[in-house]
């Protein structure tokens, strides 16, 4: 006999039997929440974002053109910058490797570190060509300039490690900015430039800038620093205040310090 072979219906179907099962994907297709950027480069770009390069450009462009308004020639403004920049990556590297579990635990957005996007090894091994490449910068300034600049450097390392979770916060911050006009009235090629201390008004002015970026820097990460027990100044000023108004006061505060340095730039000039 025969069979007649038809088309199997829903009808058909038990109401129990288990759904086939779906094919699986490709072991090349994309998947959701994947990062689409090519694979070699995804380590340099999660380098670049772990070197705080907002606050690096920032701060490089700044020191430069106080280089540039002191008289300096283009290519010394241009060492500055270069030493600069290369210094503040380090500083980032750095302050990203040391938080590492810390913004893991928090879920602080913009990590690669934190989210598994870079390696830690990585990460070290270029902090430590950036110092190799930082050091004959620095000395290029001058060896008591790049002394002054590479003193900062290593106070900035030091208050990624320790004070930073206390109310000694700040010092760190002072010192470190207490430092840059050294660095700059030292300056030049071979330190030829000035050759001089800094005015005693300008570090201090200087030392209370620092204060205020340490502060400005802080605010965003104020709710997981309290969650994690830290009571850093800008915490501590929080408490009392209010961070939207401690914003406001902070931004003021960091105002008036820069206004006040050019002031005192001005009046004196950066040596003393």
Avoid: I
Avoid at 74 to 86: H, K, Q, S, Y
Avoid at 104 to 112: D, H, V
Avoid at 154 to 176: D, E, H, I, Y
Avoid at 218 to 234: E, F
């Amino acid at each position: 006999m025969v069979r007649t072979l038809r088309r199997r219906t829903p009808a058909d179907t038990p109401a129990d039997a288990p759904e086939a099962a779906p094919e699986a994907a490709p072991a090349n297709a994309p998947t959701r929440g994947r990062s689409r950027v090519p694979g070699p480069l995804v380590t340099p770009l999660a380098l670049l974002r772990a070197a705080h390069p907002r606050q690096a450009v920032v701060t490089a462009l700044v020191l430069a053109t106080l280089a540039g308004l002191a008289g300096r020639r283009p290519a010394e403004v241009g060492l500055v910058l270069a030493t600069v920049l290369v210094g503040q990556t380090v500083l980032g590297w750095h302050n990203d490797l040391v938080d590492r579990e810390r913004d893991a635990e928090t879920g602080a957005p913009g990590k690669p570190l934190a989210q598994g996007r870079l390696d830690p090894g990585t990460a070290w091994f270029a902090l430590a060509c950036a110092v190799l490449l930082l050091v004959p910068l620095a000395v290029a300034n001058g060896v008591t300039a790049g002394s002054a600049y590479l003193a900062a450097l290593a106070v900035g390392l030091l208050g990624n490690v320790a004070l930073r979770g206390g109310w000694l916060s700040w010092l760190p911050w002072a010192v470190q900015f207490a430092l840059y006009p050294a660095f700059l009235t030292y300056g030049g090629w071979g330190g030829a430039h000035l050759g001089e201390p800094p005015a005693v008004a300008l570090c201090v002015v200087a030392a209370l800038l620092g204060v205020g970026v340490h502060v400005l820097r802080a605010l965003p990460g104020l709710v997981a620093d309290n969650r994690q027990g830290l009571r850093h100044l800008p915490l501590r000023l929080a408490l009392r205040t209010g961070a939207p108004r401690l914003l406001l006061l902070a931004g003021v505060w960091t105002a008036a310090c820069a206004v006040g340095f050019l002031l005192v730039a001005r009046e004196v000039g950066l040596g003393g």
